[in-house]
Nanobody, 123 residues
Framework: QVQLAESGGGLVQAGGSLRLSCAAS????????MGWFRQAPGKEREFVAH???????YYADSMKGRFTISRSNAKNTVYLQMNSLKPEDTAVYYC?????????????????WGQGTQVTVSS
C-alpha cells in the first residue's frame, strides 16, 4: 500500500511558476515509477509527466520545455516544476505511482493516487 499526498498548488498569474510536491509513504518508493496527471472541469484526466524508478523522464508534448518532473528517493517525494504557466493549465493536479518498467500515459496504468492539488492560473 502506498499513500500519496500532493501539495504546492495555488493561484498564480499567467507566466508564473509553481512547484508541486507529492510525498509518498512506504519504504519502497525508489522502486516505483511516478506520474503527474491533471484534470480540468468537464474534461478527462490528462497525462502530464512520468519519471521512472531510475530517473528517466517522459512528458506530454504540450508540457515539454515548460514542466519538469524530478524525484528525491531520500525524501520519498516527486516534484513537478511548472514554468510559463497559462490559463489553460488550470486543473487539479494528481500524482500517481505504479511498479511497471515502462512509461504509462493512461490513468489505468497506475495503482495508487493522491487526492490532488488545485492549480489556478489567472490571465
Amino acid at each position: 500500500q502506498v499513500q500519496l499526498a500532493e501539495s504546492g498548488g495555488g493561484l498564480v498569474q499567467a507566466g508564473g511558476s509553481l512547484r508541486l510536491s507529492c510525498a509518498a509513504s512506504g519504504r519502497t518508493f525508489s522502486s516505483y515509477a511516478m506520474g503527474w496527471f491533471r484534470q480540468a472541469p468537464g474534461k478527462e484526466r490528462e497525462f502530464v509527466a512520468h519519471i521512472a524508478w531510475n530517473g528517466n523522464t517522459y512528458y506530454a508534448d504540450s508540457m515539454k520545455g515548460r514542466f519538469t518532473i524530478s524525484r528525491s528517493n531520500a525524501k520519498n517525494t516527486v516534484y513537478l516544476q511548472m514554468n510559463s504557466l497559462k490559463p489553460e493549465d488550470t486543473a487539479v493536479y494528481y500524482c500517481a505511482s505504479h511498479l511497471g518498467l515502462g512509461v504509462s500515459v493512461v490513468p489505468g496504468g497506475y495503482d495508487y493516487w493522491g487526492q490532488g492539488t488545485q492549480v489556478t492560473v489567472s490571465s
